[in-house]
T-cell receptor, first 110, second 114 residues
Framework: DQQVKQNSPSLSVQEGRISILNCDYTNSMFDYFLWYKKYPAEGPTFLISISSIKDKNEDGRFTVFLNKSAKHLSLHIVPSQPGDSAVYFCAASNDYKLSFGAGTTVTVRA | DVKVTQSSRYLVKRTGEKVFLECVQDMDHENMFWYRQDPGLGLRLIYFSYDVKMKEKGDIPEGYSVSREKKERFSLILESASTNQTSMYLC?????????????FGNGTRLTVT
């Protein structure tokens, strides 16, 4: 049973607009959340993270929001660029193991 | 920069063969992991190791075993490959410390079992 769910398998967005990726989790013991980005034929690379004691973390064009009561987090990419086209995985942890979502494929249109 | 190297990018094996997937990391990380990635399922943890000769089962260990004789090397073994083990296999490493240390992944091995 997947504890981390990304219900949108794909997202298409125009260059310059905002991309919003969503993720839900079921395990209330998770205390750290991460987003990974994956290009074809490469391994996932770490993008941004947030601890459960925070509700927002920002790094350049990327912002992650955490709503603990709803067990929901989201990743905002503003503005979206063609190089952002990739698969994005949400992940959660309560120790050094990670549980991953199924991924969302983002396509940024020129 | 952390480098996690998986020995093969592509492998094709026959049903029943014994398969070894090798992974080496160069950052002296204590923790190493094997995941498989399948469409619609994301990444699922097969086994992990937090020290030399130590191993723990992940979420889907059936049909797999692992070996960690040296700190930098973590091997995944398919004792008797089956077609449902056709997948992308990803190795990762991390270092325990204060707070959470993100995983660093290799580029993956795409295994096809025929």
């Amino acid at each position: 049973d997947q504890q981390v769910k990304q219900n949108s398998p794909s997202l298409s967005v125009q260059e310059g607009r905002i991309s919003i990726l969503n993720c839900d989790y079921t395990n209330s013991m998770f205390d750290y959340f991460l987003w990974y980005k994956k290009y074809p034929a490469e391994g996932p690379t770490f993008l941004i993270s947030i601890s459960s004691i925070k509700d927002k973390n920002e790094d350049g064009r990327f912002t992650v929001f955490l709503n603990k009561s709803a067990k929901h987090l989201s990743l905002h990419i503003v503005p979206s660029q063609p190089g952002d086209s990739a698969v994005y995985f949400c992940a959660a942890s309560n120790d050094y193991k990670l549980s991953f979502g199924a991924g969302t494929t983002v396509t940024v249109r020129a | 920069d952390v480098k996690v190297t998986q020995s093969s990018r592509y492998l094709v094996k026959r049903t029943g063969e014994k398969v070894f997937l090798e992974c080496v990391q160069d950052m002296d990380h204590e923790n190493m992991f094997w995941y498989r990635q399948d469409p619609g399922l994301g990444l699922r943890l097969i086994y992990f190791s937090y020290d030399v000769k130590m191993k723990e089962k992940g979420d889907i260990p059936e049909g797999y075993s692992v070996s960690r004789e040296k700190k930098e090397r973590f091997s995944l073994i398919l004792e008797s490959a089956s077609t449902n083990q056709t997948s992308m296999y990803l190795c990762a490493s991390s270092s325990p410390g204060q707070g959470y240390s993100p995983l660093h992944f290799g580029n993956g091995t795409r295994l096809t079992v025929t």
